[in-house]
């Protein structure tokens, strides 16, 4: 087996890296136990057909590990949790109350190109509410996104969270006059947006047109969304830039979004609309929403969700709401990297005493002694709360200046010292290093 690395765009995470890891969990279910939402897991292995359905061209099928399993089934690698959870929550859904609000954190595997904030194997936080189809659901689900990422105190320059819907571009499709069938390949070319220079973005359109055969109205609304900076307009100031949008019914869904998100000064500076937010997967059918580093370093997205009111039907249930999202952690290691947002004492989990095994003693004198409360006791006296104590047991013989010196090498708050003359006495040695 030598020389076998990792597998790759996989990690292993030992020590400072999983600490790292573990602060952003912890950071994340805190947040989402602190808004009332229950912690669920959902298998590795689904069938594969679940996610050929709706997960769109990417993860449905190029990105998706799929294999026969030794009975036969076609099955693949969870590469989300969406259709998974959707699954699970269809199975109760008609007769209990809802709505469910509900998170997970959990890793996917995903056959991409691994680079900068794209692995094949990650981690990802799940929010989501089934049950509720009113637009303070869907605020809820941004709210929550935005706390997520406002948990790691960020600076206000430091990140962007565009907002746009998909109801609301259907409707300007219907409005220009695009066939129903022309929806999607345009929805996936506004999706490419971000990465196409300018003479990319006026190639791809002009071969769009002539296969779409898409009208001047249509390539006019597409020019003009690809030259705005969303990032430097209001709401309004969109709105006011691109006319078609003020006449059809779905910008007020997304004005309250505006509205409610605007009035609380920790969002608002974070908040934008920004209509080339279309999102990748298929079953998005309202409000959609990214969020971004500011840095050009991480130009992936930190998070992204909306809702997916019509996902149920694979499952049978004819109206099952859903909005949510999905944040990974290597997009937001490197925020944390780029704005140094890091906690200082991050390996540092409690305080640490090491307890020797001295010459003479056994083993179970040791784990008899941690356990007694003349030991709590003896911790007490130095301020020590047995709650918040690492007990790290030797695991060779060692003499006390070795054991001195091994301590203070690791960095240990405290030693104690039970050797046979303590046993004989009954005494604890405790000292701070
Ligand atoms: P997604 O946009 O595919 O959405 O992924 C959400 C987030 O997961 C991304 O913004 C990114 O932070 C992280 N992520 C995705 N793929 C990778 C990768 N290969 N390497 C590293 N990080 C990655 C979904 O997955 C939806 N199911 C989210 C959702 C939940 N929508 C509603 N509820």
């Not at 990319?200 to 020019?223: A, I, P, W, Y």
């Not at 309202?286 to 969700?305: C, H, K, M, Q, Y």
Request: with cysteine; net charge positive; aromatic share 14%.
């Amino acid at each position: 087996m030598q020389g076998i690395g990792a597998y790759p765009g996989t990690r292993d995470f030992l020590f400072k890296d999983y600490a790292r890891l573990e602060y952003i969990f912890n950071t994340w279910r805190r947040v989402c136990k602190k808004f009332g939402y229950d912690e669920y897991i959902i298998p590795l292995l689904e069938f594969a057909e679940l996610y050929k359905a709706k997960s769109g061209d990417e993860l449905g099928s190029k990105q998706l590990y799929e294999f026969i399993d030794k009975g036969g089934r076609e099955v693949a690698i969870r590469p989300e949790a969406t259709p998974s959870i959707t699954r699970a929550i269809s199975r109760f859904y008609k007769q209990a109350p809802k709505p469910f609000r509900v998170f997970s954190i959990l890793n996917f595997m995903r056959y991409e190109r691994p680079q900068s904030g794209r692995m094949r194997e990650f981690w990802q936080l799940n929010v989501d509410i089934f049950g509720e189809d009113n637009v303070l659901s869907d605020i809820q689900i941004i709210s929550i996104a935005l706390e997520t990422i406002l948990a790691f105190g960020p600076s206000q320059n430091s990140f962007r969270f565009y907002i746009n819907s998909r109801n609301l571009m259907e409707q300007v499709f219907k409005a220009l006059g695009l066939d129903f069938s022309h929806y999607k390949p345009v929805l996936q070319f506004i999706d490419r947006f971000g990465k196409l220079d300018s003479n990319e973005f006026k190639n791809q359109l002009v071969s769009l047109r002539q296969n779409l055969s898409l009208s001047k109205n249509t390539t006019d609304f597409l020019e003009k969304l690809y030259s705005i900076s969303f990032e430097k307009l209001s709401f309004k100031e969109v709105v006011s830039q691109v006319p078609v949008f003020a006449k059809v019914d779905a910008i007020f869904e997304l004005q309250q979004v505006f509205v409610h998100l605007s009035k609380d000064s920790a969002y608002a500076p974070f908040v934008y609309f920004n209509p080339t937010i279309v999102r990748g997967l298929d079953y998005y059918d309202g409000i959609v929403f990214e969020a971004f580093d500011t840095s050009p370093s991480n130009r992936r997205a930190l998070l992204g969700g909306g809702r997916y009111n019509t996902l149920g039907h694979l499952f049978g249930i004819d109206s099952m709401s859903a909005v949510g999202f999905g944040k990974g952690n290597y997009t937001l290691e490197a925020f944390l990297d780029n704005w140094n947002l890091w906690p200082k004492d991050l390996e540092k989990s409690g305080v640490t005493i090491f307890v020797p095994i001295l010459k003479g003693m056994k083993y179970s004198d040791y784990t008899v002694l941690v356990r007694s409360n003349e030991f709590t006791k003896a911790l007490e006296k130095q301020g020590v709360a047995i709650d918040s104590l690492h007990v790290v047991l030797g695991t060779k013989e060692m003499g006390v200046t070795q054991a001195l010196r091994f301590a203070a090498k690791r960095g240990y708050d405290f030693i104690l010292f039970y050797g046979t003359e303590e046993a004989t006495h009954g005494t604890i040695n405790i000292k701070k290093l």
